[in-house]
Every structure is written in structure tokens, then in C-alpha cells.
């Protein structure tokens, strides 16, 4: 008899534990019906693999070499077919060219239509000309992308975030000497590029939706006088090449669905 | 190590009824000698105890608009304590070798005697030191306006390649490396050094910095009618008159309306001044915050770029009507004033230095 019992709470334990199995959990991340959304990223020079401190041959036929890359991306969101949008997280991202993928999170599975997102830092945070925003001394975690970074991505005198940074330097001769550096800080409400990709693909439980983010750093010199436009910090006189140069940014940055990686949908 | 004393005494509390106007000078400083010595008696066992609440600390100063105080940035003992200690460490800057107070001396009203300020390795700013007396009442921090709050100005001059020149996230990582500053962190904030501590320690510091009790503040507002010279008295009629009306911009009692003027000083401006901060706005060029003049005889050189010289160079300058600007305030219309009166404008002007408050923040 008392085996019987046994048997009969074996069972119940057994059913009990395989019910548990299919209760959804409370951990987004592992809902069945949530797809993860990484965004991919892709540095050329060219054809060429893009690294910093490497040197390149300039449209001209200048040796150069970058020292630094860096920029934000800020406020990624997935719509539908149907315009609903579903906002990604973390909102804020800190882009090297070490960093080869971002994961922003989940969206439900079903159609993915369109990718938005800003190459910047949002107005509503962005603080400018005294305004109110979001300063890097707001931030306890010093690894909030908005925290203080080590290359300085936010002005104190103007108090904004600098969007893009890139630095760099130019060997005109060839003999091995760099001559000149060159540096744009790209930043400023009105120059933030909001920037919109068409997906539409439909994503099922067990995918991944991976987006491939391509910045081509030659394209970004393209046209570019490396004598007379070396030098922005969006400000002043040297405020419309800073347009100029956040225009060939965005220029040379392209979004498409899939990766290299072997993650394509 | 020892944790530094509380040195700061400067304290008007109208809840205790201590009223400046009931106070002669002699007794005012026997009382801030009192609040001192029980400062110092009060300091906090060295041993940490990061379970005991950070004790608050009240400035209000009767003839002054209150102090604006955001929520989560309440002056206490200890975070006072905390930024006077970096405020005087070299170790914000690159090379170690410039604290805060190497640009804004204590003697000097926290201006630094110069020109333009000195940074790292020599290197030459293009604008004058202020002074830091009475910050906390600032609505927006550097000459051109271009930073919201004391606590993210701090970025900026050790940042700043002519100061300091230091990332400020390798000065958070420099300061959370010592366990002196650990220390002092987790009593007055109860979190480890970060960004956001370092810079409210270093505002707090500076939001504690107040000046109110010059001669002329114990003429005008505590009924000490001896406070002031006859030559002061005069001086101080003339800076009120319609004709100087020096008041228009250096409102009562700050001394400063905190607006942006181009006050004519140059027909051509190498700094843009506000502009700088409003993408090119034409109509900015050239404007810079009207400043305070509280303690201004031991500011000088004046001006954004300390081009003038002395107290008679200010007033020459506004009683020539200054340049013809494009954009010079309307209210630089040019006075003629005499020598007699000029002194007494100017040994009025020296009437508004506060000995008495920056003594209290020697380090």
C-alpha cells in the first residue's frame, strides 16, 4: 500500500515538475516568445578591416592613421508593420571599433518592419547651452555609456555630448613622419542623424534578429581636404565643417539585416 | 591619515535668530570662533562609521535670496569636508602638481591675481579666474553660461587641456584608489568615490563658499550707519544713481543680475563669449555674465580676459561709453564723473571685500 503512495507522489512530483517546464518565466530574456536583437558591427577602411593606430593611404595618397573612433548610438526601437514600436535597451551605447556587437535586449516575436535609432545623444538628454539633460556626473556606474569616458565624450564648457570623436593623423610625404593630426568632435543638437532601416522580416521563436551596423572610415575622409579641414569642435568658425563631417559620417555608416557571423535570419 | 578639519565657519542660521544686524564685527567674529572651535571639537571619530547620517548644515543669510538647493544636493559637514579636500589635492590634475585652489587662492577671494589662469605646464587659459564666493546662486556656471550646474562644471576644468588637463575618468580613478578619499566619500554620501560623488563633493565645497559680510553689507542691511566712510557713502550713492546706473546689472545684494552683456570692450572680440555656447547666435557675440563684484578689490585684473588693470580702468572704461560695438549693451551709455567722485566710487567698490568669510575657508 505504501508503495502505491510512493508511486502515486512520484507521479505528481514528476507531473508537477514537468508542468514547471512550460510556465512562462518572469525573465524576459527567456520567454519563449522573445526574440534578442543584436546590432552587429562592421569597420572597414574600404575593403579593408578598419583598425585604429593602423595605416591607411588617404583618397589623396596620404599615409594615415587613426587614433580614435568613437561614437554614440542612442534610443534604438523595432516597429512593426502595424507602426507599433517597441523600444530597445539599453538606450545608450558607446561604440569602439573593438566592440563587435551590441545587445539590445528582446522584441516579441512577429514582424520586424522597421530599425530606428540616432547616431548621437537624443535632445531630451543632450544638455546644451545651459540647459537641463543628463550630465556624465549624473551617473553613479562608471560603466554607463553617459558616464564619464575615458577619450572625454562630452563637452563641460557647452555642456553636451560629443557625438562622434575621431582623431587621427596624416603622413603628407610618406616618409614615416606624421606632419599634421587631424581631429573632429562631432557633436550638437542639430547635427544628431536619426536614422531609419527597413527590415521587414518576421522573426520566430529560437531566431535572432541580428542588424549589421558598416562604417566605412575611407568614405568618411572621402572629398575631405586633409590640408584645410583637419580640425572641428563643432563650434565657431569651425562649425560648418562640423556639419560637413557628421554629413560624411553618416554618409559612410549603412544598416542591413543579417551579420557576417552566421546569425543571418 | 587624519580627517581634515571643518575649518569653515560662515554660518547664518535665522532660526537661531543670530541677525547680522545685532552683531558689531567683534562679536560676529567671536561667534564664528565659537562655531569653529565646536567644529573641530564635533569632528567625527576617525575610526569610519558609515552607519551615521551626514550632518546637515543650514546657510541662510538673511539679506540674501535663499540658497537654491536641488534635492539630493544638500550641504552637509561632510561632503564640505570631502571637496575642500580635493579642492586643495594637486591630484586632479595631470602632472599632480595643480589643485583647484592653485587658480582660485583663498586670499585672493578664490580669483588667482592674474591675467588669465596658468594650467598645467604653463599654459596659458584665455579667460581671467573668477572668484568662487557666493557660486551657489549662480543659475548657470562659466562666463558664457555654458554649464547648467556646479556639479557638472567640475568636468571642466580638469578636463580642460590649459588646466588640469586631466581625463575626469582617470580623476575618479585616481581619487577611489586612496582609502583616505573612500573614506570620506562613504560618510558624506555613503557610496564609494564615482562620478557622481566627486563632483558633488567638489560643488558642495564650493556652494559653501559665501561672502555677506562686508562693510557695505553691514551699512546696508544690519544699520551699522559707521560701517562706511563718508568717501564710501557717496560712492555708494553714485553706484545707485540714474546716471551711472551701475546697479541695472549689479543688482543688489549678489551684485549681479547674472544676465549676458556686451559691455563694449572691444569692437572686435577674439573670444566670442556667449556665442561660443549658442552655435554662433550673432546677437551673443561678445556677451559674457555680468559679474559679481562682491570682494572685487581683491579680484582684479578684470574684465573676461583681465585686459584691465586696477579699479580705475573699470571705471574709465564705463565712463568712456566703452567701444562701438555692434552689440554693446544699451546700457553702456557713458557718464562723466570727477576725480573725487571716481575715488569715491572706487573706495566704495573696496568696501564690498569680506575679510571675514575668506579667512574661514584657509585651508
Redesign the interface.
Known sequence: MKLKYFVAALALATFMTSCEDDTPSQNPSTTTSEVPVILHYDFKYGTTDFALNQEFTSDSGYTIRYTLATFYLAKPVIMDDAGNSTALDPEYYIIRPDVMMSNMGTIEAGHAHMFNLSIGVDAETN??????GM????????NHPL??????M?W????GYIFVKIEGEIDYEGDGTYDQSFKYHLG?D?FRKDRSTMLHTSVEKGDTLDITMTVDYQQFLHGIDLHSEILTMS??DA?PLAEKMMNQFDAATSFELGSDHGHKK | MPLPALNWVAIMDTKSKIELGAFPIAKIMVAMGMLFFLAQACQPDTELNIQSEPSPVLISINHFPEMPLEEGKELTEEAIAAGKALFFDPILSRNRDLPCSSCHLTQLAFSDGRAVAIGTEGRLHNRNSPTLFNVAWQPYLFMDGGNPTLESQVIGPIEEHREMDLPYSEAIARVAAVDYYQELFQRAFKEDVNPKTLALALATYERALVSFNSAFDRYEYAGDASALSPGQKRGLALFKSAELNCVACHVLPLTTDFSFQNNGLYEVYEDPGRARVTNNIPEHEGQFKVATLRNIALTGPYMHDGSLGSLEEVVDHYASGGSNHRLKSSLITGFSISAQEKADLISFLEALTDTTSYKAYMP
Open positions: 544638455t546644451e547651452t545651459g540647459g537641463n550630465q556624465p556626473t549624473d551617473f553613479s556606474d562608471v558616464a564619464p569616458q575615458p577619450e572625454g562630452y563641460s564648457w557647452a555642456s550638437t542639430p563650434m565657431g562649425r
